[in-house]
């Protein structure tokens, strides 16, 4: 059995879902468990819908999801004919279920409703996936990921319960393929013991493949992507970035850690603990060999560039001009896990440690407030980081040009520059 991740961009529109119906009909002969994202744009649409509702404007809230809604319908009519009727009335229940919470007010947390309506978008498309694949002749079982993930209540970032997922997926995943050559389900989103939904994190779908490939167990997973591998560098920014082969566990993790986005951070660890093979492929040239990640090592890369642009360099300075070491240091790190900000970069001084962050403005001016009762705290926003691994003279000089740094630190495998 073999798992297949397919994110929003594979079914972003009825010509790219008949593509990938394609792919999976080709390798369907292998048993595939299939974990599916969004159609394209559409967390970003519910996440509109959650802050119309957060902020009281419900008439708004219920226009933008009735906007999702037909986004959906449209895309099913031109899709199926035989299950169109079935189909319809299993996305209308789940419509239903975000209706009757937007009818209500907010008495809860923002991430709690965050999850209760975000996560149906991966009920949307996996259901409108499954039923065309059923449409076309396949093997094919729906299954709401929610009665198998098992949670913690921490709504966005929720932490997994393994043994109680892996009871779960033995007993009611596994036992399926003895009937079914395709199981379909959703990516990004589980539930607790209360079955409230909560979701796993943003690209949290990558995650998720990785979780059922370790308790199935898989032979392999594969990420289908709108590229033709994993590259060292953006293409967008870099049009001369180049495709990569093959890379280790370990290399990936460390890409993942500097902010590369390819494969979610927490993504590997389940396929190291069980060596399972990910491979990075793409679905719009699905011949290529794209990219495998094994527990190989890989030698010679070329450098790898991460940019991360919009940081803020926060400096919180002893106000007594004592040693920032220790307990001022344990002040700060309790001061980020309340706002949930965590550092990019970080340097001590004697007297002061700094801090780079992506600039989300609330967390930024919540931090400077909070940290400013015990610290001198200043700031310096629109500045860019620069993660160059496996870096060499020539590729440091040519992307510092006409940069001012102002913050490096360096290992013999990895420089860091935050420029200006």
């Not at 926060?314 to 002040?331: A, L, T």
């Given at each position: 059995?073999?798992?297949?991740?397919?994110?929003?961009?594979?079914?972003?529109?009825?010509?790219?879902?008949?593509?990938?119906?394609?792919?999976?009909?080709?390798?369907?002969?292998?048993?595939?468990?299939?974990?599916?994202?969004?159609?394209?744009?559409?967390?970003?649409?519910?996440?509109?819908?959650?802050?119309?509702?957060?902020?009281?404007?419900?008439?708004?809230?219920?226009?933008?999801?009735?906007?999702?809604?037909?986004?959906?319908?449209?895309?099913?009519?031109?899709?199926?004919?035989?299950?169109?009727?079935?189909?319809?009335?299993?996305?209308?229940?789940?419509?239903?279920?975000?209706?009757?919470?937007?009818?209500?007010?907010?008495?809860?947390?923002?991430?709690?409703?965050?999850?209760?309506?975000?996560?149906?978008?991966?009920?949307?498309?996996?259901?409108?996936?499954?039923?065309?694949?059923?449409?076309?002749?396949?093997?094919?079982?729906?299954?709401?990921?929610?009665?198998?993930?098992?949670?913690?209540?921490?709504?966005?970032?929720?932490?997994?319960?393994?043994?109680?997922?892996?009871?779960?997926?033995?007993?009611?995943?596994?036992?399926?393929?003895?009937?079914?050559?395709?199981?379909?389900?959703?990516?990004?989103?589980?539930?607790?013991?209360?079955?409230?939904?909560?979701?796993?994190?943003?690209?949290?779908?990558?995650?998720?493949?990785?979780?059922?490939?370790?308790?199935?167990?898989?032979?392999?997973?594969?990420?289908?992507?709108?590229?033709?591998?994993?590259?060292?560098?953006?293409?967008?920014?870099?049009?001369?970035?180049?495709?990569?082969?093959?890379?280790?566990?370990?290399?990936?993790?460390?890409?993942?850690?500097?902010?590369?986005?390819?494969?979610?951070?927490?993504?590997?660890?389940?396929?190291?603990?069980?060596?399972?093979?990910l491979f990075v492929k793409?679905?719009?040239?699905?011949?290529?060999?794209?990219?495998?990640?094994?527990?190989?090592?890989?030698?010679?890369?070329?450098?790898?560039?991460?940019?991360?642009?919009?940081?803020?360099?926060?400096?919180?300075?002893?106000?007594?001009?004592?040693?920032?070491?220790?307990?001022?240091?344990?002040?700060?790190?309790?001061?980020?896990?309340?706002?949930?900000?965590?550092?990019?970069?970080?340097?001590?001084?004697?007297?002061?440690?700094?801090?780079?962050?992506?600039?989300?403005?609330?967390?930024?001016?919540?931090?400077?407030l909070d940290a400013s009762?015990?610290?001198?705290?200043?700031?310096?926003?629109?500045?860019?980081?620069?993660?160059?691994?496996?870096?060499?003279?020539?590729?440091?000089?040519?992307?510092?040009?006409?940069?001012?740094?102002?913050?490096?630190?360096?290992?013999?495998?990895?420089?860091?520059?935050?420029?200006?």
């Open positions: 059995m073999k798992v297949y991740k397919f994110g929003g961009a594979s079914i972003s529109t009825i010509e790219r879902i008949k593509s990938t119906a394609g792919i999976i009909a080709d390798h369907s002969g292998d048993k595939l468990l299939l974990v599916v994202s969004a159609m394209g744009k559409t967390t970003n649409a519910l996440e509109k819908v959650v802050d119309a509702f957060f902020d009281g404007r419900q008439e708004d809230a219920l226009l933008l999801f009735e906007q999702v809604k037909e986004a959906h319908l449209n895309t099913l009519k031109y899709l199926t004919v035989l299950r169109w009727k079935e189909t319809e009335d299993q996305l209308k229940d789940f419509f239903t279920e975000i209706e009757w919470l937007l009818h209500d007010k907010p008495v809860r947390s923002y991430d709690y409703y965050y999850d209760q309506v975000v996560c149906c978008g991966e009920m949307f498309s996996s259901t409108i996936l499954s039923n065309y694949l059923e449409e076309n002749k396949l093997k094919v079982k729906w299954l709401d990921v929610r009665d198998i993930i098992r949670t913690d209540n921490n709504f966005r970032d929720a932490g997994v319960d393994m043994a109680f997922t892996q009871k779960n997926i033995r007993e009611h995943v596994a036992p399926l393929f003895e009937e079914y050559d395709i199981v379909v389900t959703q990516g990004f989103v589980g539930a607790t013991d209360e079955n409230e939904s909560t979701t796993l994190g943003r690209e949290g779908s990558d995650y998720s493949a990785a979780i059922f490939a370790n308790l199935m167990p898989a032979e392999s997973v594969t990420i289908w992507k709108d590229v033709e591998a994993v590259m060292n560098a953006d293409p967008r920014q870099f049009p001369e970035a180049v495709n990569i082969p093959a890379l280790s566990y370990h290399e990936v993790i460390e890409m993942a850690y500097y902010g590369a986005q390819v494969i979610h951070p927490k993504t590997i660890k389940p396929l190291q603990n069980a060596q399972i093979p793409s679905f719009l040239n699905p011949e290529l060999a794209g990219t495998v990640i094994d527990k190989k090592g890989v030698k010679n890369l070329p450098p790898v560039v991460v940019v991360k642009a919009n940081q803020v360099l926060i400096q919180f300075k002893s106000k007594d001009f004592s040693f920032v070491e220790d307990k001022p240091i344990e002040q700060l790190h309790h001061i980020f896990r309340n706002v949930k900000f965590k550092p990019n970069l970080t340097q001590n001084t004697a007297i002061s440690l700094l801090c780079c962050f992506d600039d989300h403005a609330e967390k930024t001016d919540r931090l400077a009762l015990l610290f001198d705290v200043e700031l310096e926003k629109n500045l860019t980081l620069l993660t160059i691994r496996h870096y060499d003279d020539a590729t440091v000089t040519s992307l510092t040009k006409d940069k001012t740094i102002v913050l490096e630190q360096r290992t013999p495998t990895t420089i860091q520059l935050l420029m200006r």
